[in-house]
T-cell receptor, first 115, second 119 residues
């Protein structure tokens, strides 16, 4: 079955440690995205990538880093510079276009708690 | 200014009744797309329905339909014949700019409406 996998589902880390969240897709999508969701809030875009070896900052990129070495994978690193990293992180992918709907498909998410 | 505004933090509806979830948006682009996603308690985002800015008819997908009023910049989601499984968070989102020319596909989300379907 095609889809997006994120691992792990729950992640606990000590303050000051970097942590990497995994995102893999087998939908043959060119574009991938990382969002952050805080309680009672909508999704906010952290980083996105439209093609391999290229990515752009979203609205809240500070304290995060990404890489896109393979089409299928878009890992997100939450660095110690991120002041409030505890949140729910969602990865998504889509075709690059031109397609009429071009909706984003989402993974199941990773809930990160920094102790 | 908020680009996507959902003014109803929570809504209740009785099973088998229809419910309308409100969404207004703000953009200066002529070409844009509007999406609705459902987020159950499990956390995954599920795409429901799409409305393009040039679409002349309101979008429909099964029990979901949109009341798209371009001049008022609103795109309200109507869920007919509510079911217990419809209880979830619902998000409205917007993509600005051209789609068919392969432009960027970034989405801006609203803060969501929590819908509870009751017996």
């Amino acid at each position: 079955d095609g889809g997006i996998t994120q691992s792990p589902k729950y992640l606990f880390r000590k303050e000051g440690q970097n942590v990497t969240l995994s995102c893999e897709q087998n939908l043959n999508h060119d574009a991938m995205y990382w969002y952050r969701q805080d309680p009672g809030q909508g999704l906010r875009l952290i980083y996105y990538s439209q093609i391999v070896n290229d990515f752009q900052k979203g609205d809240i990129a500070e304290g995060y880093s990404v890489s896109r070495e393979k089409k299928e994978s878009f890992p997100l690193t939450v660095t110690s510079a991120q002041k409030n990293p505890t949140a729910f992180y969602l990865c998504a992918s889509s075709y690059r276009g031109p397609i009429y709907y071009n909706e984003q498909f989402f993974g199941p998410g990773t809930r990160l708690t920094v102790l | 200014a908020q680009k996507i505004t959902q003014t109803q933090p929570g809504m209740f509806v009785q099973e088998k009744e229809a419910v309308t979830l409100d969404c207004t948006y703000d953009t200066s682009d002529q070409s844009y797309g509007l999406f609705w996603y459902k987020q159950p308690s499990s956390g995954e985002m599920i795409f429901l329905i799409y409305q393009g800015s040039y679409d002349e008819q309101n979008a429909t997908e099964g029990r979901y339909s949109l009341n798209f009023q371009k001049a008022r910049k609103s795109t309200n989601l109507v869920i007919s014949a509510s079911q217990l499984g419809d209880s979830a968070m619902y998000f409205c989102a917007m993509r600005e700019g051209e789609v068919l020319t392969g432009g960027g596909n970034k989405l801006t989300f609203g803060t969501g409406t929590q819908l509870k379907v009751e017996l």
